[in-house]
């Protein structure tokens, strides 16, 4: 069953209208924005596998540090992220709780996003193919998450109705205050629940991101698209975007060790089939990266027809990891070009590296993902 | 750039509403309807490339043939099909017209879909890659189509707005007169766009069916299935459906000698991303076969995931072929059960065959390809 279409409408016409509501949310104040030194940082924390909390056992530690070690393990990661990279906002990309060892969803999710609430940083969060499984449905899941303190995440659009999933959502990053990009998005982030698992008769294995959602996609994409190349200021193309959902596309095993950053270290777990969202980035051509988690032992970064597609590596400390390879986060940098008059301008650059749960939360694999001046593909804003 | 959207909207925001024009049409005779003996026969043209008529030369055709050969011989094996099956519809899945070769595109359709315009039968059409290479565009050309007599073409919905393309539409085939379906449509047919050549910057080759066009396919499976599994005589699951459209689907690649009816004679000329197509009528469940044209010397069905793919095999004149290998069509037939009462039910099975262009229209590769009693995958109706 694709969808969810109200039961009493023979044929279910969509109709195109200004939403008064929608419109007057682009004169209230951008709720993510560029900060005053130019830069705007993400942390992306994958695949937590929350449980219980101090009773929880890890997975995969070595020897030494099993009596000790639980879910109290990943949120003292959390903590040491923030504190030592200072992010402007915060992605949980999905598995955020491993549902069968929850007793309490609603407590479970409460404690995993506790040091990000705590933070008074902005977070959001989608849904992995875990989060489901305790007290809580998909849907409820992602209604309790968006009651959360100081998150950005939403259950669904209202363009686009019926959507498949819950947590399909976008946010614009606006530039600098003061500058002249301030009521402008600089950088766009799209979110999108990617299912759990096939619910279709003859195909097995994980869910996917339906035609419903990259409808939505395409449609958010032009729209914003079209506002960024618009009065005042007109750009000459789209603003940058990162996507963030949690199962990776077919796509992500494309790559050999010749042309990524990074590692894999088990195979590629992208559902059976391809239901054409990379194609339908490709398209809409704004989206320079992609960021999953799903798959703990992978966490490299390559380029396909000019998107990143990248892991995170895993996260959580009761989640299969390996012993001795230490858990992982990623930290993604957008960084706007310095005007002529002294001021900011749109976004230059976007690198990423990751940080190691070690004694000095060491960094590596650090990469540029875009940049403005980037000559191949459709790239060349100059 | 993915889809055409009005210029002056911020945001686009969709609507669910009845339309009543649209719930009227229900108590609208039905155009399509199978025939006293439980019969529903498509006759499926496939690359006619028609170009100026008698002045227009074939194409690998042997050498005793060039002389007098021209696209007359396309239109008189249309004649010699209709003659010959007798259909109830006909449809033409794309590169109707060779547009470099024809003149006028207008009268170049015309003399096209003259002999089906003649036989007052009900037909049907979608745009292959070189309908528009001629005097009008794509909009032009499949505009055009829908002026003309005896076609139940379409150029869009009115459902999904934006949507990809020129020919996205879908038609109901109702039941028996006079029998218990006689108001519900028992046979579901799709036609889509399937593109002509990439537009995307990095991606190269053919077109592809967009995620509107996605998006639009699958409400409309599920309010056929809706309304077919409502009263009166509410059904257990949706009606059988039949996709027409003139690009293969990447998923053609699939198979080998091993697990097809024809033959394979040249690569399979789909475009280079796979937008999904495939995935979202396996979603969706209810249609059994895809037909397509574009590659002429490849005539294969096989089936995957419960889908038939099936090709037609080049049927024009003026179009690449293999000399000796005749042009061929492809045949579908649905046949309803016989009630108990004497009357006629719903679609019991669906066979298809090709036709040579020979002295006897030598049929081949006749197959079954839904059951409704047929075990396996998820087609168990019983």
Chains 1, 2 share one sequence.
């Not at 909390?53 to 540090?65: F, N, R």
């Not at 989608?126 to 209604?143: A, Y």
């Not at 205050?177 to 979110?191: D, I, P, R, T």
Request: proline share 5%; net charge neutral.
């Amino acid at each position: 069953m694709p969808m969810a279409v109200p039961s009493t409408l023979y044929l279910v016409v969509l109709f195109l209208v200004i939403l008064p509501a929608a419109k007057s949310q682009r004169n209230q104040p951008m709720r993510l924005r560029f900060g005053k030194k130019g830069e705007f940082k993400i942390l992306q924390v994958a695949d937590m596998h929350y449980g219980d909390g101090k009773a929880t056992p890890c997975e995969d530690v070595l020897p030494s540090q099993l009596a000790s070690c639980s879910d109290l393990n990943t949120t003292a990661f959390v903590r040491r992220m923030i504190l030592a990279e200072k992010p402007d906002f915060i992605v949980f990309t999905g598995d955020n709780i491993f549902g069968f060892d929850a007793t309490d969803a609603a407590k479970s999710l409460e404690a995993a996003f506790g040091p990000a609430i705590a933070s008074n940083i902005p977070w959001a969060a989608v849904l992995g193919n875990h989060d489901q499984e305790s007290t809580l449905s998909r849907e409820g899941v992602m209604k309790h998450i968006v009651g959360l303190k100081n998150t950005l995440s939403r259950v669904n659009p209202s363009e686009v109705n019926p959507i498949d999933g819950f947590g399909n959502y976008n946010l614009e990053v606006g530039g600098v205050q003061g500058s002249a990009f301030q009521n402008k998005s600089v950088l766009n982030l799209y979110f999108l629940d990617s299912g759990d698992y096939s619910t279709v008769p003859g195909i097995f294995g994980y869910g996917w991101i339906k035609a419903s959602q990259q409808f939505w996609f395409q449609l958010t994409s032009a729209n914003l698209k079209r506002a960024y190349m618009s009065k005042p200021l007109p750009q000459k193309s789209a603003a940058p975007g990162l996507a963030y959902f949690h199962i990776p596309l077919p796509e992500f095993s494309r790559f050999d060790a010749s042309n990524y950053t990074g590692v894999r270290q088990e195979g590629i777990s992208s559902p059976t089939v391809n239901s054409g969202f990379f194609t339908s980035m490709v398209e809409s051509g704004d989206v320079k990266a992609v960021f999953t988690g799903h798959d703990h032992l992978n966490d490299f970064c390559g380029a396909l027809n000019g998107i990143n597609l990248c892991y995170a590596g895993g996260f959580g400390y009761h989640a299969y990891g390996k012993a001795g390879w230490p858990r992982r986060a990623r930290v993604v940098v957008a960084n706007l070009e310095a005007t002529s008059n002294g001021n900011w301008g749109t976004v230059k650059s976007i690198r990423t590296w990751k940080r190691l749960d070690d004694e000095h939360l060491t960094a590596i694999d650090a990469q540029v993902l875009w940049s403005k001046t980037s000559v191949g593909g459709h790239d060349i804003n100059v």
